[in-house]
């Protein structure tokens, strides 16, 4: 991933991590009103936004996969492409927090929903995230099994008002 956008830094170090990824022919700077307000329900969270890798097929903003001459099929085939590249950048910004999967939530629009669901559901046994909020998404192919059925108990610390 090429370039973030950081809503919230916590005062101390962070408890929870908050990863949000924007639709097709948008940019990180589009999941900023998103963030802000997850980041006033969570202070304790590091709360990202971060730009996918490719310019859009369209000429504006960026995208996670090419939507040229897609279809279910070549949409399968790019996503799991990419989810390498994906799953790798969580992973860091997991290991540079010292943040694990339990305390990770990945926020998906559109484009980015599909990846994050994805990217959860391809993980299998080597859990990626406790938390998947999936916006406007779908799957790029349903998965075998249930991944709701893994279930953490995460920080819901709310400001006090």
Do not use: C
């Amino acid at each position: 991933m090429s370039e973030a956008m950081i809503v919230q830094q916590p005062s101390g170090a962070a408890r929870q991590l908050v990863l949000l990824f924007h639709g097709l022919g948008a940019s990180e700077k589009d999941m900023r009103l998103v963030g802000e307000r997850l980041a006033a329900e969570y202070p304790e969270a590091l709360v990202a936004s971060l730009r996918a890798p490719h310019p859009a097929s369209f000429g504006i903003g960026y995208q996670w996969f090419s939507v040229e001459g897609i279809d279910d099929a070549r949409r399968v085939e790019r996503v799991a492409a990419e989810m390498p590249l994906f799953v790798a950048a969580i992973r860091q910004w997991q290991r540079d927090t010292g943040l694990g999967p339990e305390a990770t939530v990945l926020v998906g629009f559109s484009q980015g929903a599909i990846m994050v669901l994805e990217a959860a559901t391809e993980a299998g046994d080597d859990v990626l995230a406790g938390r998947v909020v999936a916006l406007a998404g779908r799957y790029a192919r349903l998965p075998a099994t249930n991944p709701g059925e893994r279930q953490y108990s995460l920080p819901t610390a709310r400001p006090t008002k």
